[in-house]
């Protein structure tokens, strides 16, 4: 039995066929699934002889009808997908930057029966910075959905542990960028800028290839697959 094969059958014993029924004449459950796969095919880079990295946030487009069918199920049903689609990344030596996440969306130009999936890779991020800390913070950057604060004399991003905010992207070197800020802890009286370490990559600020240049509120600096943006907030 195919591993597509196994999670249809557990949808259907986990809702009693209730699921099946809503989606005969519509999009069906394992069509999505085996979309998710392929997504990951023809997205996968290689990063050694074993390793290959693939998508890891997911967004499957539907008509609205379809959406409608699936709403009452949809935490079950990207669960199950989920753990579908890291049994078969196991298998083929795919690795995910970060943790998966798949997320359904109704789509205007869609039919019903017919959908579409957005992938990107989007790189785990972790720091030692405190909800404290952020929260008193007049600039922050905004990396991957989470937050860490941008405060005198500043701090190191990379993969490697030593760095002050870490980036699991294999296109981020250990100590690849130092942001450096300045001046009073308050609002537009800092000074923010950022400075390559000799990283293998390379930066870009807002498109710009740069090794060390002055940032602003809204500047995206942009390393390996992964952008941040500085945001200066006002004062409290």
């Given at each position: 039995m195919?591993?597509?094969q196994?999670?249809?059958?557990r949808?259907?014993?986990?809702?009693s066929g209730?699921?099946?029924?809503?989606?005969?004449s519509?999009v069906?459950p394992v069509?999505?699934?085996?979309a998710?796969q392929?997504?990951?095919?023809?997205?996968?880079?290689?990063?050694?002889?074993?390793?290959?990295?693939?998508?890891?946030?997911?967004?499957?487009?539907?008509?609205?009808?379809?959406?409608d069918?699936l709403?009452p199920y949809?935490?079950?049903?990207?669960e199950?997908?989920r753990?579908?689609?890291?049994?078969?990344?196991?298998?083929?030596?795919?690795t995910?930057?970060g943790?998966?996440?798949i997320?359904?969306?109704?789509?205007?130009?869609?039919?019903?029966g017919?959908?579409r999936?957005?992938?990107?890779a989007?790189a785990?991020?972790?720091?030692?910075?405190t909800h404290?800390?952020?929260?008193?913070?007049?600039a922050i950057?905004e990396v991957?959905?989470?937050?860490?604060p941008l405060?005198?004399?500043?701090?190191?991003?990379g993969?490697?542990?030593?760095?002050?905010?870490r980036?699991?992207?294999?296109?981020?070197?250990?100590?690849?960028?130092?942001?450096?800020?300045a001046g009073?802890?308050?609002?537009?009286?800092?000074?923010i800028?950022v400075?390559d370490?000799g990283s293998?990559?390379?930066?870009?600020?807002?498109?710009?290839?740069?090794?060390?240049t002055?940032?602003?509120?809204g500047?995206?600096?942009?390393i390996?697959?992964t952008?941040m943006?500085v945001?200066v907030l006002e004062?409290?």
């Amino acid at each position: 039995m195919s591993g597509l094969q196994r999670l249809e059958q557990r949808l259907e014993q986990m809702i009693s066929g209730a699921f099946a029924k809503a989606f005969r004449s519509a999009v069906q459950p394992v069509e999505i699934s085996a979309a998710l796969q392929r997504e990951c095919d023809n997205n996968a880079q290689i990063l050694s002889r074993d390793r290959r990295l693939v998508p890891n946030d997911f967004h499957v487009e539907l008509a609205q009808t379809d959406l409608d069918r699936l709403s009452p199920y949809d935490t079950a049903l990207a669960e199950e997908m989920r753990t579908q689609l890291t049994a078969y990344a196991d298998q083929q030596s795919y690795t995910f930057p970060g943790p998966v996440a798949i997320a359904f969306e109704a789509a205007e130009d869609l039919t019903t029966g017919r959908f579409r999936i957005r992938s990107r890779a989007q790189a785990k991020v972790t720091s030692q910075a405190t909800h404290t800390q952020v929260g008193r913070a007049r600039a922050i950057l905004e990396v991957n959905g989470t937050r860490h604060p941008l405060q005198p004399p500043g701090l190191v991003v990379g993969r490697g542990t030593e760095a002050d905010v870490r980036i699991n992207d294999p296109g981020v070197s250990r100590r690849h960028a130092e942001f450096s800020v300045a001046g009073a802890p308050a609002g537009a009286g800092l000074s923010i800028s950022v400075t390559d370490l000799g990283s293998t990559n390379g930066l870009l600020v807002d498109g710009h290839r740069t090794t060390s240049t002055q940032l602003h509120d809204g500047s995206q600096v942009r390393i390996g697959n992964t952008t941040m943006t500085v945001r200066v907030l006002e004062e409290g």
